[in-house]
């Protein structure tokens, strides 16, 4: 059997990737991943600060209802701890702690990364000002929750 050479055979385009394709094509998958990466990492500081916005908020109304007992139990002492300036009391844990925490003062949690701070005033009779601010670092940042309200000698 012989062989013909015609003129169909030598125009027959190969089937294979050029070099030029493949890297075109790793490119793209790298830039689709190099995304996806970036979102699973937004997403995951995003939901990690929302967790602690959370408990922030729950520390400060902790301790505003842990300052509504204190006040029941005795007007005047409660009133004698705050002062026409601000008073301010580290409350890492729910005691009369006086001054602003330091960081080894965190709330005694899963996390051990929240300082609660409270300032209380009485600037007229009968009224103590509360300012509450939780705070925690979370990465480069500071972040904090802060609650005022202020607590009246009601009975």
């Not at 702690?97 to 300032?119: K, L, P």
């Not at 990465?139 to 609650?147: E, I, K, N, Y």
């Amino acid at each position: 059997m012989s062989l013909q050479l015609n003129s169909n055979n030598l125009n027959h385009n190969s089937t294979g990737q050029s070099l030029v394709e493949i890297i075109v094509g790793l490119g793209v998958i790298s830039s689709v991943l190099v995304g996806l990466m970036s979102a699973i990492t937004f997403s995951t500081s995003n939901t990690q600060f929302a967790r602690n916005k959370t408990l922030a908020t729950k520390y400060s109304q902790e301790a505003v209802e842990w300052l509504r007992v204190q006040r029941d139990a005795n007007w005047y002492t409660f009133n004698s701890r705050a002062s026409s300036g601000g008073s301010v009391y580290c409350f890492n844990t729910l005691t009369w702690n006086s001054g602003s925490c330091i960081s080894t003062e965190t709330i005694n949690d899963d996390y051990d990364i929240f300082r609660r701070e409270v300032t209380l005033s009485n600037p007229t009779t009968g009224r103590v000002n509360v300012a509450i601010r939780v705070y925690w670092q979370q990465g480069a940042r500071t972040s904090d929750v802060q609650v005022n309200t202020y607590l009246t000698r009601w009975q």
